[in-house]
């Protein structure tokens, strides 16, 4: 029996999220982790992710003993945790334990369980470039958001294997999107309860990618600059007013009034990095500074026909400006306007933009394009060391859009959205699926793509593109080869070859001397690799190759027989 | 029009008039008629032209009252901006598929050079990453991929078939311009889809009498006084050296270079010198050398690398510590040229930190 006037809901709807926007972040998250899952057996497989998955073998069974037996656990920590080249401590745990919970249990899923850490952090990344966007700008904006970041080749290439760089961008985002709602909030507890969440996404976010830490005096520095203009300009009717008592000194009225989220991130964020960092535990002093070096190692870069141990300082903000397609491009340097334009509007106070959160965009915005050249973050070729700050692009473009779209024609903005949308996106949505599993190569429009950015002397930037050629390997090989796969760790190629990527009769090889057949990558940084198959083999002649628009990015070379 | 008449309240008389007498005469009545409507279509136009004016006037000051803000034009110029980017973004993407080669158009290239080649061609790609012309090609032909050629000695190559993709973006033609700077001849250009095949014939082709990694086989080395023992006719193992002396292929400041590689010997263990016995000479030695690799290793000593000619000095090459480079020498051999000579090549470093040398050197007639 019903009563009138009562809209009873299915046990189903009760399940979904209330609001069209809350649940559009979720329709996001879904669908970016079936697509990883589903994508991750065709992705390639580099040397950086090889190294974490090295690492991750070894740190996964520790994590999931320790609950067990504690004791032996601590024991075992200097065993068991080293300086890990090239990556930090969450994203190597939580690659072990995906892979000890998953690995073994699923046909196929030995990759899949170092990467699941990777999936869930880009489904969360995807929930929070929709809610962020949402609370810009309404609903339009959070469906526009995930897009314009997941439909970038390169990035959607940095968000299948186990990495840092996916990682840190959602943490990035997700302490601001914490720190704003606090902000934003007028309820004590929403805002303790923000506040703990920024403090514990800052502690991973540290634990992932160590120029993090620069979100702390980031925050401090907003505070600063909105309590100064606050101080500078008479405050509006809308704004709030200091809540100290007049006489209290200007020093305790500061500190009285720091943001909530900045003393959580304070105490939660070292707590969470100890935590996550089990080296902490037993030896901080003497490891610290050989992990915080390690972290930085990064593979050498190659660029204009010249090779260097570190890439040039403009090479993280060429790649962040010229990898993705040039109409993904326009709308992220457009969101940026728009956002530098409410900025002086709310400076003015001349309209509805709020000064403390357009600053506050601004500088999470900017932040990771200033550290990358900085050499603060991990060098690396591709778009990795500038993730973070596209994540943000990303929102902010959405937001231009959306609100284009209502102030040219409020009656329709939705339909205006869609049309432009689908002219803007179609582009780097046919650019993702055509260049898949070679994202990381695939330059956009404004440098003539991989061809044009090859002849410009830019880097490949692809990594793991000889893993694309495994199927073919599997089907061509004469039994019982040896294979050289210089630089892959044994993890993953054990890794492989339980998923059957690897045909079970090829056997491994240590040298190019002592193999059958031989897969490098043509990463000019590591072409000697390359030439000595050459050596070995007496051919320059490939017997299969992975290219994108007739640039080469991977080979497999044979001895005569070894290839049917 | 009315006829005025005199007032008949008047007290006055009018005065009196004496009226010219006229020769206007009353129109005619069609003539009325016209005027009657001339009159009152013109009426009619001037009425319904103010009426359009006004009509117009007010249209216009009310699209002007509601014309979109600064705010709504920067959104319509930001929407069509983003749409127009859109489409010229997917021309280009569509675009780019035509100015690259095909498949039909590699296995033409392939057919041309299957007739046409001949021993001593070589072929050059440009630009210099198209390497897929080494899968493609027939095995027998070598295929260059270097980003310059001009002081490139292309030992034993006569014809070069320079393979460019003319159509890709940012394609440059210096290649090419390197080429036919050292050619006599060249055989026209061939368009084959996307590709362009054009032969030159060198003009002073570079003939070795004698290339010194072929002269391995016979070779003797040594670090400091120990000598080093053959493992096979292209690698010599030395005492207390991890990497043999060995002919390979090996990167050299970016580059494939086939080569001798070796480690040169440090204060410690003597240097390494590489003996070839009974070279003949010819007008000219020439050589190159370069650390292996691609990491440079900043801070590094240099390397010195010398060649002897019977015991004698010739050339000399300092190989600095950073970047990898590549150093080249050329020695006048002409009072040299009646017999065969004793070469050496000596390897030195006060630390070698782990570096290899990749080195070849040639006799010219």
């Known amino acids: ?564 | 029009m009315t006829e005025r008449r005199p007032d008949p309240g008047a007290d006055e008389a009018p005065p009196e008039s004496h009226p010219e007498p006229t020769l206007e005469r009353t129109p005619t009545w069609p003539r009325r008629a016209a005027q009657v409507a001339v009159d009152a279509a013109w009426k009619d136009l001037t009425d319904t032209g103010r009426h359009l004016l006004d009509t117009g006037r007010w249209k216009l000051r009310g699209a002007w009252s509601r014309r979109p803000s600064p705010a709504g034009l920067a959104a319509w110029g930001f929407l069509i901006a983003a749409a127009l980017l859109g489409a010229a973004t997917l021309l280009l993407q569509t675009g780019l598929a035509a100015r690259l080669p095909t498949a039909l158009d590699w296995r033409a290239a392939t057919a041309l050079l299957e007739r046409d080649y001949r021993p001593g061609d070589a072929v050059v790609v440009s630009p210099a990453w198209a390497e897929r012309a080494r899968a493609e090609l027939p095995a027998r032909v070598p295929v260059f991929a270097l980003p310059r050629y001009a002081d490139e000695p292309l030992v034993g190559v006569r014809r070069v078939w320079v393979l460019s993709l003319p159509g890709v973006p940012f394609a440059r033609d210096r290649i090419a311009r390197d080429i036919a700077a050292r050619a006599s001849t060249d055989g026209g250009t061939q368009r084959i889809g996307a590709m362009a095949v054009t032969r030159y014939d060198l003009a002073q082709p570079t003939r070795a009498i004698a290339w010194l990694p072929d002269w391995l086989a016979s070779a003797r080395a040594k670090v400091g006084d120990r000598l080093c023992a053959h493992d096979g006719p292209r690698a010599i193992v030395c005492p207390g050296t991890p990497v043999p002396i060995a002919r390979e292929v090996r990167e050299v400041a970016g580059a494939p270079r086939p080569c001798l590689s070796a480690q040169p010997g440090s204060a410690a263990s003597g240097p390494v010198s590489i003996t070839f016995t009974g070279v003949p000479f010819g007008l000219e030695l020439r050589g190159a050398a370069g650390v292996v690799g691609a990491i440079p290793s900043p801070g590094a000593p240099p390397i010195r690398f010398a060649v002897q000619v019977d015991g004698s000095e010739v050339a000399g090459l300092e190989l600095p510590g950073g970047a990898p480079v590549r150093r080249t020498f050329a020695v006048r051999t002409a009072a040299m040229a009646e017999e065969p000579h004793t070469v050496t090549v000596v390897l030195s470093s006060p630390d070698p930190a782990g570096r290899t040398v990749c080195f070849d050197a040639w006799t010219l007639p």
């Open chain 1, 1 to 564: 029996m019903t009563t009138p006037g009562v809209t009873h809901f299915s046990r189903s709807s009760r399940l979904l999220p209330q609001g069209r926007a809350r649940r559009a972040a979720l329709a996001w998250a879904l669908g970016v982790a079936v697509v990883l899952v589903l994508a991750g057996s065709r992705a390639g497989l580099g040397e950086a992710e090889g190294r974490i998955m090295e690492a991750a073998r070894r740190q996964g069974a520790w994590w999931v003993r320790l609950p067990v037996k504690p004791l032996d656990s601590l024991y075992a920590v200097n065993a068991t945790f080293g300086p890990e080249a090239g990556a930090a401590a969450l994203p190597i745990a939580s690659a072990g334990v995906g892979h000890a919970l998953l690995g073994g249990r699923l046909p196929g899923g030995e990759v899949l369980g170092y990467r699941l850490a990777e999936v869930l952090l880009a489904a969360f990344l995807a929930y929070v470039l929709s809610r962020f966007a949402a609370d810009l700008s309404g609903v339009v904006a959070a469906l526009l958001a995930p897009a314009l970041f997941f439909l970038s080749p390169a990035s959607l290439d940095a968000s299948l294997p186990a990495g840092t760089d996916l990682a840190a961008a959602a943490l990035w985002l997700g302490v601001l999107l914490a720190h704003s709602r606090g902000l934003r909030s007028r309820d004590h507890r929403e805002r303790i309860r923000r506040a703990t969440l920024a403090g514990l996404l800052f502690g991973a976010a540290v634990a992932t990618r160590r120029e993090a830490w620069i979100l702390l005096p980031l925050l401090a520095f907003h505070y600063l600059a909105v309590r100064a203009r606050g101080g500078i300009r008479a405050l509006t009717a809308e704004e709030e007013a200091p809540r100290h008592p007049a006489g209290r000194s200007p020093w305790r009225s500061l500190v009285a009034g720091l943001p909530s989220s900045l003393a959580a991130m304070l105490v939660l964020g070292p707590v969470v990095f100890v935590a996550l960092t089990p080296w902490t535990w037993v030896d901080p002093l003497r490891r610290l500074a050989p992990a915080a070096w390690a972290t930085l190692t990064a593979p050498a870069y190659a660029s204009s026909g010249g090779v260097a141990a570190a890439p040039p300082w403009h090479a993280p903000l060429l790649a962040a400006l010229l990898l993705p397609p040039a109409s993904l491009t326009f709308l992220y340097l457009a969101g940026l306007a728009h956002t530098g334009r409410r900025l002086v509007l709310g400076w003015r106070g001349e309209a509805a933009a709020s000064f403390p959160e357009e600053l506050l965009l601004l500088l999470g915005a900017l932040a990771p394009l200033v550290l990358a050249p900085l050499g603060v973050t991990p060098a690396g070729a591709g778009v990795g060391p500038a993730l973070p700050a596209l994540a943000v692009l990303s929102v902010l473009g959405a937001r231009a859009l959306a609100t284009a779209a209502r102030a040219a024609w409020p009656s329709t903005a939705g339909k205006l959205a869609v049309a432009v949308v689908l002219l803007s996106l179609y582009p780097p949505l046919r650019a993702t699926l055509r260049t898949f599993p070679h994202g990381g190569a695939a330059w956009g429009e404004w440098v003539g793509g991989a061809p044009g950015a090859a002849s410009l002397g830019l880097p490949r930037g692809q990594a793991g593109a000889g893993a694309t050629l495994l199927r073919e390997l599997s089907e061509r090989a004469a039994p019982g080869q040896r294979l050289w796969w210089p630089r892959l760790s044994p993890a993953a190629l054990d890794a492989l070859r339980r998923d059957g990527r690897i045909r079970a009769d090829l056997r491994l090889a240590p040298s190019a001397a002592e193999a059958d057949l031989a897969l490098v990558e043509h990463d000019a940084a590591r072409r000697d690799l390359e030439f000595q198959a050459w050596t070995a083999f007496e051919t320059a002649r490939p017997v299969a190759e992975a290219a994108l628009d007739e640039v080469p990015l991977a080979a497999v070379y044979a001895r005569p027989g070894a290839w049917r």
